[in-house]
């Protein structure tokens, strides 16, 4: 019986570890959390700020922050910075893909639901739409 324990360096401090849900350590992770607090209660005074700035004022890495972008708990609004869609490359100001992508991925996997004979019929919630930098509202489960 082979046991694949998914061994890797940590991305943040390169340390070995047993990866289960993040490229990250759990120290790393724990350090994150920390940036994230710091970031959240930086925003809540200055709505709408830079990329930048947040790291300037917080002393959080921007590499953290872009992190933090991608796994959808901070967002840029439309007047904010973008980066790109790891699909297609696109623009974008929050999480990992652009819109179309979103919609052909959801495609996708209906489609590979439906030949299994499950539909999901869910549509994409409505995303306000807000300037600079902000802390992501929670989705309604």
């Known amino acids: 019986m082979a046991f694949d324990l998914h061994i890797q360096a940590c991305q943040r401090c390169s340390k070995l570890f047993r990866r289960v849900r993040s490229p990250f350590c759990s120290a790393c992770l724990d350090l994150i959390e920390e940036e994230f607090v710091v970031i959240r ?3 809540t005074e200055h709505r709408g700020a830079g990329i930048g700035q947040v790291a300037d004022q917080t002393g959080v890495p921007e590499k953290t922050i872009l992190y933090l972008v991608r796994e959808g ?5 439309t007047l904010g910075e973008a980066f790109q869609c790891e ?8 999480g ?5 992508c979103v919609g052909a991925l959801r495609k996708e996997f209906l489609s590979s639901e439906n030949t299994s004979g499950r539909s999901d019929d869910t549509a994409a919630p409505d995303l306000e739409l807000y300037t600079g930098m902000h802390i992501r509202k ?3 489960s």
């Open 96 to 100: 990992r893909f652009c819109d179309r």
């Open 73 to 77: 708990r901070l967002s840029f609004g």
């Open 138 to 140: 929670p989705r309604d």
């Open 87 to 94: 699909r297609c490359g696109a623009l974008i100001q929050e």
């Open 41 to 43: 209660d930086y925003l």
